[in-house]
């Protein structure tokens, strides 16, 4: 069974920054596109960014400049940087990790991250 352990959510103040980071296996974080989405109360899941197995990133326009991903291959870990976060960045951000060969998706726990004074 695909796990995907998701750590770094909170509550953070506008203007503030977070860090998230999802650990996988060696097996799956070697093949796979990595990622990380994002669903708030009433809206479609989206994507935030990801980053391929050669380390090529993919950000969202929504958080372009105010983010960064990248891949610890020591660790098997991916994480997303967030900055200058804002009251919409508030949702429930979940970590993927996708197969280009077989197409198959894997998804996270989720890890709330609100975005309040």
């Known amino acids: 069974q695909v796990q995907l352990v998701e750590s770094g959510g909170g509550l953070v103040q506008p203007g503030g920054s977070l860090r998230l980071s999802c650990a996988t296996s060696?097996?799956?974080?070697?093949?796979?596109?990595m990622g990380w989405y994002r669903q708030a109360p009433g809206k479609k899941r989206e994507l935030v960014a990801q980053?391929?197995?050669?380390?090529?990133?993919n950000v969202a326009d929504s958080v372009k400049g105010r983010s960064t991903i990248s891949r610890d291959n020591a660790k098997n870990t991916v994480i997303l940087q967030l900055n200058s976060l804002k009251p919409e960045d508030t949702a429930v951000y979940y970590c993927?990790?996708?197969?280009?060969?077989?197409?198959?998706?894997?998804w996270g726990q989720g890890t709330q991250v609100t975005v309040s004074s």
């Open positions: 993927n990790a996708f197969d280009p060969f077989t197409g198959n998706n894997y």
């Open positions: 060696r097996s799956i974080f070697s093949i796979n596109t």
């Open positions: 980053i391929t197995m050669r380390g090529s990133p």
